[in-house]
């Protein structure tokens, strides 16, 4: 008897790898949403940032960062190709906030250093699953000298 289905090749130790970190940099994202949220709600920093309270700046600023950070959850999460976009959206919405207005949103060094290494880890990963690829391409192959 023939099996129906097609043989689907077991993902690799970076394929692995990736999926693992993009799920731990969506969970990161949901908690960002949840400090938004909880901010916006009254929840945290003792009800003194809730919306109607807030700066028209911050109200932009939090009120856009509590809705681009869950989604960027999810497309993290599920590991589609929409969620790294989405991610840099929210990332470089809150490095400009801290680059071009710290006096409105003040300066946080920390998470600037997190994004930024967000970022450098998702391009050597995708750099390393580029090359993984063209090996494979290139092993492969039976046609080439």
């Given at each position: ?14 394929e692995v790898l990736f999926a ?64 790294p976009v989405v991610w840099v ?57």
């Amino acid at each position: 008897m023939l099996h129906d289905s097609v043989h689907v090749p077991k993902p690799s130790l970076t394929e692995v790898l990736f999926a693992w970190f993009l799920r731990l940099v969506a969970a990161s994202c949901f908690w960002f949403a949840l400090n938004y949220w909880a901010m916006l709600i009254g929840f945290s920093h003792n009800g003194a940032g809730r919306f109607d309270l807030l700066s028209a700046e911050w109200r932009a600023a939090a009120t856009a960062l509590a809705v681009v950070y869950p989604v960027a959850a999810i497309g993290l999460w599920l590991l589609v190709s929409w969620g790294p976009v989405v991610w840099v959206v929210a990332a470089a919405t809150e490095i400009a906030m801290d680059k071009f207005y710290p006096g409105i949103f003040g300066h946080r060094p920390l998470l600037i250093a997190l994004h930024g290494s967000v970022a450098v880890t998702f391009i050597l990963s995708r750099a390393a699953l580029l090359y993984q690829r063209l090996r494979q391409v290139r092993k492969v192959r039976v046609d080439s000298p």
